[in-house]
């Protein structure tokens, strides 16, 4: 874990500007400005309804797809806004990857085709270089030697923890710069959860990764930075031991020692 201050010079991966967001009428999301740092995990915490998977899905823009969804602000990968006119959501998707709270393996694919699915959308038809990315991003999703022997099984026969790491396995095929991961491991077992934990902090070396978690534990071990969210507010950002050892807002404070949330 880095102790270095976040506000160390440094190109942000993604940084967000005045983000405003919400649903109608309703603002969720009131001013978000931070700079992600490349190759390093970022975990976003807060108590529920604070806005942090709103948040996560405004920077590859799945908050648009939401009924009734709005947005304004700016969201910066590599400098450029991924909101400007005429960028393409679908290749803004394909550069920040995400993982849901719940696995979601294609439940009529095998699980070498799960792996594969999104690199035959962009028109991959190579078996022998689909073959070689299937068994690539199993092997970083520490799922490899589970499964090698049972390729053409169906993916929804996995366990809840496996299935996850199929999900992830499937998200880095396409080779993201960044990957989003909103509450990975909440519907899974401690010694699953354990695995993943694992698994997000070795991505890192590869990629971006944001997580959201409900679980400061799962901050404390995971994350190098830290981003605090509390009524679709950033209350305070830090490196994770600043952010747990050392806040320097009261709220801060107060929430990672449990007197709230």
Not at 167 to 184: F, G, N, Q, S
Not at 256 to 261: E, N
Request: proline content about 5%.
């Amino acid at each position: 874990m880095e102790t270095s201050s976040p506000e160390a010079a440094y190109v942000p991966k993604i940084e967000t500007k005045s983000l405003v967001a919400g649903y109608g009428s309703k603002t969720v999301l009131q001013g978000i400005d931070l700079k992600i740092k490349p190759n390093k995990v970022t975990a976003i915490i807060g108590p529920s309804g604070c806005g942090k998977s709103t948040f996560i899905r405004c920077l590859n823009r799945m908050h648009e797809l939401a009924f009734d969804a709005t947005a304004s602000g700016k969201v910066l990968l590599d400098g450029k806004n991924v909101y400007a006119p005429g960028v393409d959501a679908i290749s803004v998707r394909r550069k920040i990857g995400m993982v849901f709270q719940r696995p979601n393996p294609f439940p009529n694919m095998s699980i070498r085709d799960n792996v594969v699915a999104g690199m035959k959308l962009d028109g991959a038809r190579d078996r022998n270089r689909l073959d070689l990315i299937a068994q690539r991003s199993l092997e970083a999703a520490f799922l490899w030697h589970e499964v090698k022997d049972e390729l053409e099984k169906s993916g929804a026969s996995l366990s809840g923890g496996q299935q996850q790491r199929l999900c992830i396995a499937r998200a880095i095929a396409v080779e993201p710069e960044v990957l989003l991961m909103d509450e990975p491991c909440s519907s899974l077992d401690p010694l699953a959860t354990s695995k993943i934990e694992e698994l997000i902090y070795s991505l890192k070396d590869r990629f971006t990764v944001v997580i959201v978690t409900h679980n400061l534990q799962q901050a404390a071990r995971v994350a190098d930075y830290v981003a605090f969210f509390y009524l679709g507010k950033l209350i305070e950002f830090g490196t994770t031991y600043q952010i747990f050892r050392l806040p320097k807002e009261e709220l801060t404070e107060r929430y990672v020692t449990g007197s709230f949330g």
